[in-house]
């Protein structure tokens, strides 16, 4: 069983529309992340939500919405998308044990 | 605040020499360290990390990495590159304060030549 998957992997949509991607982990891991990987791959912190709570918001538009229905699931909704969008978002999870964080794949959104 | 430099865009080695591919960082408090690997289309992968204890940490893969802390340094090694081994580096930090996030380097793109 894959550890954190994310759905959709890929994502092409138009400029204003308004989408959303999922996270979901099986590792009953209490802290969760979105990352965004630009055109250059660098990869920087969006949110990161710790029991279903918002523990940081690092400057994003507020566009963007995470939103935690529980514990396993961290989705990613983004609302009237930009050219500058696009990217590849990743969402993590942080093992308190081991201190280590796992990926998901990751989704690239294109947007049009 | 918190940062990693990896000060190489791109590192070519030839199949079985060793690699080394840098890190610097800076934390105000005690340095976790970690370093990932990202194939084509693909997330990352753990590799290794240092929390605390010998300074020479030894991951997947084969690889290793030495934390030296009078030069705030994390660099990752291995001894004989396989071409398997191209792909795209992260080095990543963050404080022994909680949950909180990763701060990547820009990642080094490692290339092994047959």
């Known amino acids: 069983d894959t550890a954190v998957s994310q759905t959709p992997k890929y994502l092409v949509t138009q400029m204003g529309n308004d989408k959303s991607i999922k996270c979901e982990q099986n590792?009953?891991?209490?802290?969760m992340y979105w990352y965004k990987q630009d055109s250059k791959k660098f990869l920087k912190i969006m949110f990161s939500?710790?029991?279903?709570?918002?523990?940081i918001n690092e400057t994003v538009p507020n566009r963007f919405s995470p939103k935690s229905p529980d514990k396993a699931h961290l989705n990613l909704h983004i609302n009237s998308l930009e050219l500058g969008d696009s990217a590849v978002y990743f969402c993590?999870?942080?093992?308190?044990?081991?201190?280590?964080?796992?990926f998901g794949p990751g989704t690239r959104l294109t947007v049009l | 605040a918190q940062s990693v430099a990896q000060p190489e865009d791109q590192v070519n080695v030839a199949e079985g020499n060793p690699l080394t591919v840098k890190c610097t960082y800076s934390?105000?408090?005690?340095?976790?360290l970690f370093w990932y690997v990202q194939y084509p289309n693909r997330g990352l992968q753990f590799l290794l990390k240092y929390i605390t204890g010998d300074n020479l940490v030894k991951g997947s893969y084969g690889f290793e990495a030495e934390f030296n802390k009078s030069q705030t340094s994390f660099h990752l090694k291995k001894p004989s590159a396989l071409v398997s081994d191209s792909a795209l580096y992260f080095c990543?930090?963050?404080?022994?304060?909680?949950?909180?996030?990763?701060?990547f380097g820009k990642g080094t793109r490692l290339s092994v030549i047959a």
């Open positions: 939500y710790n029991n279903k709570e918002l523990i």
């Open positions: 993590a999870t942080h093992s308190p044990h081991g201190d280590t964080q796992y």
């Open positions: 990543a930090v963050r404080e022994n304060s909680g949950n909180t996030p990763l701060v």
């Open positions: 934390v105000s408090g005690n340095p976790y």
């Open positions: 590792l009953g891991h209490d802290t």
